[in-house]
């Protein structure tokens, strides 16, 4: 009920006028808290790094968490089990919250049920042969989780991030309309968890579809429209959106700067690409994020003096990282050296096994000796769960 009131209170805020810039902080840090609290981390980083790039004048207070009526009694309990998900423990982590009721806990017990499925997943993923292997390996804890959220939702206790747990699980189940559906559902009780944003973006199949969505009339609702664009190949409607988002007071917000030089890049404008990455790149140098399309950008203009300088940077800042082996992987197809970058490439799909533009980059390296199989292979791997990832080969 609590999100339910916050959501109305926003709408209201809304209808008298555009959000200030401190309204704009203060919802980025309330949803920074609840996303941390239930241990959504990137949602969480996402909405603290553009607070924190948001320069306003007015004094903003602290927002305060509401907790469900279930919470007090159950804090403790909830506490272990946050422990253990820290330390990625998961299934332990679940096991300590078993026969909890609190949407928190409900919560955290199913989120780090489906992480640990995701575990399983990925390391029989590494293990798969071919492209029958790899289309068997499946989340085994699907079906339960749906099974469980759907009971809960016949009780009418689903709030916003079970809502956005139950989308996910029905998108990994290839369910896509109900999916987006639930997504919805979780927007309008959540308005500030921008992981349903995320993920509602994903699923959209066209502008049609984008723009008839009724997501909550809601200040995030531009930064949904600007990453569906993005991800639909919209890109100068992507462009409109980031720009105005630049204009408006995100100006000096990492992820902002980030998505412009993607726009720019899917534009195939790889001067200016180059340009925004670099003082990126500049301005948070130890950023590995985004930096293997810079490595990209890099490679196609031959900037090989450039990619030497990136790859050696971020080899200091995670060595072991999937995006840095693509780095180093693109300097050394550049200078000709395919057998590396076909070693680099693999190492970054193992550490990532869903970074579908290394699987293509990979492809690519084995077409440069001649090695048409595990080209193919490489090509499914990448091509088979990504819909627009197919730029990258053009």
Request: charge should be negative; proline fraction near 3%; glycine fraction near 4%.
């Amino acid at each position: 009920a609590c999100l339910i009131t916050h959501a109305m209170q926003m709408a209201a805020e809304e209808s008298r006028g555009p959000p200030s810039l401190a309204q704009l902080k203060q919802g980025l840090l309330l949803s920074f808290l609840q996303c941390s609290e239930r241990g959504l981390v990137y949602s969480a980083n996402w909405a603290i790094e553009l607070a924190n790039s948001i320069e306003s004048d007015e004094l903003v207070a602290t927002p305060s968490v509401d907790h469900s009526p279930l919470f007090p009694s159950e804090r403790t309990r909830y506490y272990l089990g946050r422990s253990l998900y820290d330390l990625r423990e998961f299934r332990r982590a679940a096991h300590a919250l078993r026969g909890c009721q609190s949407d928190e806990a409900f919560f955290l017990r199913l989120y780090c049920l489906y992480l640990a499925g995701q575990k399983t997943k990925e390391d029989n993923r590494v293990d798969a042969i071919g492209p029958e292997d790899l289309a068997s390996v499946e989340n085994t804890e699907l079906v339960g989780l749906k099974k469980e959220l759907a009971e809960r939702d016949q009780a009418q206790q689903l709030d916003g991030f079970a809502c956005y747990l139950y989308g996910v699980v029905l998108k990994e189940l290839r369910l896509p309309s109900e999916a987006r559906a639930m997504f919805l559902r979780s927007l309008h009780l959540s308005p500030l968890l921008w992981a349903s944003w995320k993920e509602l973006a994903q699923l959209c199949d066209s502008r049609e579809m984008l723009y008839s969505l009724e997501v909550p009339n809601h200040w995030l609702r531009d930064f949904f429209l600007a990453e569906a664009s993005l991800n639909l190949q919209l890109t100068e409607d992507a462009l409109s959106y980031y720009t105005n988002l630049n204009l408006v007071g995100f100006s000096n917000s990492a992820y902002i700067s980030a998505q412009l030089a993607l726009v720019n890049y899917h534009m195939k404008d790889f001067p200016q690409a180059a340009l925004l990455f670099a003082a990126l790149h500049e301005i948070d140098p130890y950023r590995i994020t985004d930096m293997d399309v810079y490595s990209n950008v890099l490679f196609v203009q031959e900037r090989v003096t450039e990619l030497s300088r990136l790859a050696q940077e971020v080899v200091k800042v995670d060595k072991y990282h999937s995006e840095t082996c693509s780095v180093l992987a693109n300097f050394f197809s550049l200078r000709g050296d395919h057998e590396k970058a076909i070693a680099y490439f693999r190492r970054a799909v193992r550490l990532n096994g869903s970074d579908h533009s290394a699987w293509i980059l990979l492809g690519h390296e084995y077409l440069e000796l001649k090695n048409c199989s595990m080209a193919v292979e490489a090509y499914s791997r990448g091509l088979g769960e990504c819909v627009y990832v197919c730029t990258l080969c053009s």
